[in-house]
């Protein structure tokens, strides 16, 4: 038996390793910092906020059965998300993202989500062998879904059954990931969550600020947005209009997962029964309150 959750979070859970130095860094510089290996990926970034706002994720990933993946699912549980829905592999290892930090912000990164790529629909099983939901009863909660996953297997998802009930909200794992979300726009299903860099890449072109970005979306056939733009007015869009909303300013301590606290806040925030402009302000909130908060933590 599956322990009960109230979302489920399908994508990419592995291991972040930042390297995060004070001075302003380029291309070749080697400098003295910090290093620190954190639970990371975006469908885990997502689920890690959703569980200290009072919810309890499951997770779909493909994790690999080796100590690294050992350790990793261990921290899940440890937050109390549900792992008995994770897909362990014996012959993939467990995936990892690199990124360095500087002064100057996020210098470079590499993301290593092959296992997950690799493993495909097997992690959606849970969705149709009876676990969580089968062909005759689709899953009808809440699942925040990352765009780690293959183009393929994401645009199976815009259009099966296996999600057709569900309340479906999309993140993007990257700006250079952003347009695998595009069978989502097509199929005008779910809710989007991207920054501007990524709706602009959506929309094959660029934004100068989030209404703009979020009416442009819609009016390809996006359900609902939500537009993120760091420090700038964010918007949430529907069919019946777009609402703007301005970030708290905080001093900005840490970057790496802003939209992914903003998400999981907004999700929360909706499911604790909030309106629109008020779930808007909550996540804004809790997304300044992150990227201002301890780097280590
Ligand atoms: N400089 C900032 N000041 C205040 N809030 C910020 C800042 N940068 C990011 N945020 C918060 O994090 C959210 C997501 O940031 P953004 O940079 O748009 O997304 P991503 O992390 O996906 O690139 C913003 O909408 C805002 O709430
Ligand atoms: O292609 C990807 N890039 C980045 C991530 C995850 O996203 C976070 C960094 O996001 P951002 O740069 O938006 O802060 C990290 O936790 C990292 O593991 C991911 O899953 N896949």
């Given at each position: 038996?599956?322990?009960?959750?109230?979302?489920?979070?399908?994508?990419?859970?592995?291991?972040?390793?930042?390297?995060?130095?004070?001075?302003?860094?380029?291309?070749?510089?080697?400098?003295?910092?910090?290093?620190?290996?954190?639970?990371?990926?975006?469908?885990?970034?997502?689920?890690?906020?959703?569980?200290?706002?009072?919810?309890?994720?499951?997770?779909?990933?493909?994790?690999?059965?080796?100590?690294?993946?050992?350790?990793?699912?261990?921290?899940?549980?440890?937050?109390?998300?549900?792992?008995?829905?994770?897909?362990?592999?014996?012959?993939?290892?467990?995936?990892?993202?690199?990124?360095?930090?500087?002064?100057?912000?996020?210098?470079?990164?590499?993301?290593?989500?092959?296992?997950?790529?690799?493993?495909?629909?097997?992690?959606?099983?849970?969705?149709?062998?009876?676990?969580?939901?089968?062909?005759?009863?689709?899953?009808?909660?809440?699942?925040?879904?990352?765009?780690?996953?293959?183009?393929?297997?994401?645009?199976?998802?815009?259009?099966?059954?296996?999600?057709?009930?569900?309340?479906?909200?999309?993140?993007?794992?990257?700006?250079?990931?952003?347009?695998?979300?595009?069978?989502?726009?097509?199929?005008?299903?779910?809710?989007?969550?991207?920054?501007?860099?990524?709706?602009?890449?959506?929309?094959?072109?660029?934004?100068?600020?989030?209404?703009?970005?979020?009416?442009?979306?819609?009016?390809?056939g996006a359900a609902r947005v939500l537009v993120t733009n760091g420090g700038e007015d964010a918007a949430?869009?529907?069919?019946?209009?777009?609402?703007?909303?301005?970030?708290?300013?905080?001093?900005?301590?840490?970057?790496?997962?802003?939209?992914?606290?903003?998400?999981?806040?907004?999700?929360?925030?909706?499911?604790?029964?909030?309106?629109?402009?008020?779930?808007?302000?909550?996540?804004?909130?809790?997304?300044?309150?992150?990227?201002?908060?301890?780097?280590?933590?």
């Amino acid at each position: 038996m599956t322990k009960p959750s109230d979302i489920l979070c399908i994508g990419s859970v592995l291991w972040d390793v930042i390297g995060r130095a004070p001075a302003v860094m380029r291309q070749g510089s080697d400098v003295p910092g910090r290093i620190t290996r954190l639970p990371g990926g975006v469908a885990m970034n997502i689920a890690m906020t959703l569980a200290r706002f009072g919810m309890t994720p499951a997770l779909l990933t493909a994790i690999g059965r080796d100590a690294e993946g050992d350790e990793l699912v261990a921290a899940c549980e440890a937050r109390g998300m549900v792992t008995s829905t994770i897909y362990r592999s014996d012959d993939l290892p467990t995936d990892r993202y690199m990124a360095v930090e500087g002064a100057n912000g996020l210098i470079a990164a590499i993301a290593d989500a092959h296992s997950l790529e690799a493993a495909g629909e097997k992690i959606l099983k849970p969705l149709h062998n009876g676990d969580l939901a089968d062909g005759a009863n689709p899953y009808g909660g809440l699942i925040a879904l990352d765009g780690n996953l293959t183009l393929d297997l994401l645009s199976k998802l815009a259009t099966s059954p296996l999600t057709e009930q569900a309340d479906l909200r999309v993140a993007p794992a990257s700006p250079g990931k952003a347009e695998r979300l595009s069978p989502f726009i097509k199929s005008g299903r779910g809710t989007l969550y991207v920054n501007l860099e990524e709706a602009g890449l959506l929309c094959q072109t660029s934004f100068e600020d989030a209404a703009t970005a979020a009416a442009a979306l819609l009016q390809r056939g996006a359900a609902r947005v939500l537009v993120t733009n760091g420090g700038e007015d964010a918007a949430e869009g529907t069919a019946s209009n777009v609402i703007c909303a301005t970030p708290p300013q905080v001093l900005v301590t840490r970057i790496t997962g802003a939209g992914d606290t903003f998400m999981a806040a907004h999700i929360a925030a909706e499911a604790r029964g909030a309106g629109r402009a008020d779930a808007l302000e909550q996540a804004l909130k809790a997304a300044a309150i992150y990227v201002s908060g301890d780097p280590d933590t």
